[in-house]
């Protein structure tokens, strides 16, 4: 019985071991399948990670496509596209990441727009993205017309009789800003300082000791000196006088306007009538006062620096005023039909004319006391 009870013993331990390791087994093989249970099947795995494809069409407000537009996508990978619209506004993208993404749209005189969405299993159509027409902003800029008037006195002083005689008292442009007091004076400071300037002035001095003109000066270059500055002094008051200071208070404009057009008789006529009227800084005509009381004014001072037997008397300042409106009306006349065919730089369009110029002012200068 003992040794009976002992084999049975050891089949019994042997069933046990058998059943521990098929258990071991059983919940080994158990744990992988459900370690793998939730995995996909290889064939599946990384479908969801397939790049798909994006399309759709970009439209304006009457519903034709817009082509040429610059499509932009930003997807769920970081990945940037760019692809330009066909002729019937249609794009497409291939090679998107699933997930999100966004379009950025843009297009010439259309306002740029944006569309995103969500990429998944399939390819994705995008509705027909509409665009607006971009806003148009006009900018306007108020020139003041002291600016503009810079502007034309710029191309005025450019205006020079065979390239080197000022001739800066002349508008080729019918309707030129009025010029504000400043300009005028600047304009004025710019004829006196012009070297041309000192150079007639010159001349007139040597023809008036020639002439033994104003013979209390003497000969020799001390009487040179004193006519030189008489000559330039008269020049110099009835230039800051005539053309700068009276014109800025009774508000006149000291410049010949060209006519250009018309018969003959009607520029010769509005010529002859400039020398004694003028256009307004209101841009009427009017009776030039700024003109015959400058010359008045300056045949005055004259008498403070002429040899006392050569001064003028009441009667004959107001002679040589007339002699200088006369020479005044010459001038214009020859610019109105000579000057501007030796004048270069000039206006590209537009007539225009001069006033009492550079050259004008020394005819004057030579009338003095009847010479």
Not at 261 to 282: E, P, Q
Request: net charge neutral.
């Amino acid at each position: 019985m003992k040794g009976h009870d002992q084999g049975m013993g050891k089949r019994g331990a042997g069933r046990f071991r058998s059943s521990a390791l098929a258990g071991w087994f059983a919940l080994g093989l158990l744990c992988g399948l459900t370690a793998r249970a939730g995995e996909a099947p290889a064939s599946l795995q990384g479908l969801s990670e397939t790049p798909r494809r994006i399309s759709g069409r970009i439209l304006d407000r009457t519903g034709t496509g817009v082509a040429e537009a610059k499509v932009t996508l930003d997807d769920a990978a970081g990945a940037a596209q760019e692809a330009t619209t066909d002729g019937d506004g249609r794009f497409s993208f291939s090679g998107v990441a699933p997930g999100s993404f966004r379009l950025t749209i843009a297009a010439t005189g259309f306002a740029s727009q944006e569309f995103s969405g969500d990429l998944g299993a399939d390819d994705f159509t995008v509705p027909d993205i509409s665009l607006h027409l971009a806003s148009v902003v006009t900018e306007v800029r108020v020139v003041p017309p002291e600016e503009i008037a810079e502007a034309q006195i710029k191309e005025q002083e450019k205006q020079r009789v065979l390239g080197f005689v000022p001739n800066y008292y002349v508008s080729y442009v019918a309707d030129a800003v009025p010029l504000a007091p400043r300009q005028k004076f600047e304009l004025a400071w710019k004829s006196m300082v012009d070297p041309v300037s000192f150079a007639i002035t010159g001349a007139v001095a040597g023809v008036q000791q020639a002439r033994n003109d104003f013979s209390g000066y003497g000969q020799g270059a001390e009487g040179y000196a004193k006519r030189y500055g008489a000559a330039y002094a008269t020049f110099a008051t009835s230039t800051l006088i005539g053309s700068a200071a009276l014109p800025s208070l009774f508000k006149q404009d000291p410049r010949y306007f060209y006519k250009g057009t018309g018969s003959k008789r009607s520029r010769a006529l509005y010529a002859l009538a400039t020398s004694v009227i003028c256009k307004g800084d209101n841009g009427h005509w009017q009776f030039n006062y700024s003109s015959i009381l400058g010359g008045l004014a300056a045949g005055g001072i004259s008498n403070l620096y002429y040899p006392p037997k050569d001064r003028d008397g009441a009667a004959v300042t107001f002679e040589n005023a007339l002699i200088g409106i006369g020479a005044t009306a010459a001038a214009n006349f020859l610019q109105e039909f000579v000057v501007r065919k030796f004048t270069p730089n000039l206006p590209p369009h537009d007539p225009g004319g001069k006033t009492r110029n550079l050259v004008g002012r020394a005819l004057i200068s030579l009338v003095h006391e009847g010479d």
